[in-house]
Each structure stands twice: as structure tokens, then as C-alpha cells.
């Protein structure tokens, strides 16, 4: 007969909420502010990753880094929120602009039009992307990990995370190229 495991049976784990918000919240506001874009309240998300994480945490075995542990979590519930955004669009509902509520970084009102309009072209492109692919670039190219850290993070070998970001790049510069001659008079 097959023995029935428990959550008494599993070994505590050495985290507590408490510690892995304080050392890990900064971590998780930032990927879901990349992974999600102007289309994201990075506040909800972080608030989303850490009841998942209230829930889960006994659960955690430790066979994998709580960072990655936590960024599959993130990237879970970024990946929620962008399908129910994309849901909401075709169903013909407008979501919040959130755009107009992020702050200015220029020193004035038209280079900060100009970052806002370039940010809303980035992630449109990268919204057009298979989520491994953008999942890749981001991290790459915003986040400015190494392809072994990415690696780390997706569990993936080193050699695809390369061939994700290359196919990520000629996507990206695809999307680019489309939404410039759309622009075209």
C-alpha cells in the first residue's frame, strides 16, 4: 500500500513570510514591472506573489533557489494578468491607461512623452511574443542578466536560453520593422 504524505511530513522550511517579503519584495516589484509593463499595477502583483507565497511556502522543498522559486511565481501571475488584459481588449473593454500615471524621468514634458511613447512600443512589440521568448529578452536585455542566470531562473540549459534570445531578437526586430512602417505615411 502506497504511503500518504502529508504537510506534517514534510521537512519545515528555513524561510518565514516575513524574511523572504523583506529580502525578496524588491526583487519581485522589479521582475513584475519588466515581465509586465505599463499594463501591469506591479503593486497587485508583488501583493498576489506574496499570498501565493503565505499559501505555498510550507510547501517549499528547497530543491530549487527561492529566487527562482519566487520568479516562477511572479511570472505566473504577470502571465495572468497580461491574458486577462488581452481578454478584456478583444472583448472590446478598455482597461486603465496607466501610462499617464507613471512618473517623469525627463527633464521635460516632451522627453517624457517620448520615453512613455517608447516604453508603450517596446512592450506592445514584446506583447507579441511567445512568453519564452519575451520571458528571455526581458531578462536579458532589460534586466541585464547573464544567459547563466537566466538559465538558473527558467531551469533551462544554457545553450537554449541563447537560441530563445536569438529568436527573441529577430522577433523584436521584426515587430519593430512592422510597427515602423505602420507608422509610415
Known sequence: MAAVHS????PPTPYTVPEVYRL???DVAR?????G???VDVEDVVQDVFVTVTELLPEFRGEAKITTWLFRITQNKVRQRLRRARLLRLLGQHEQE????LPALGPSPL???ERKEAHKIVYKILDGMGDKYRTAFILFEIEKLSGDEIAQLLEQKVA?????LHRA?????????????SERP
Open 31 to 35: 521582475w513584475a514591472a519588466r515581465l
Open 24 to 26: 525578496h519584495a524588491d
Open 169 to 181: 531578437r529577430t522577433q523584436f526586430l521584426d515587430g519593430l520593422k512592422r510597427h515602423n512602417a
Open 37 to 39: 509593463g505599463p499594463r
Open 160 to 164: 537554449t536560453i541563447w537560441v530563445w
Open 98 to 101: 496607466t501610462l499617464a500615471d
Open 7 to 10: 504537510l506534517a511530513d514534510a
Open 111 to 113: 522627453c517624457d512623452l
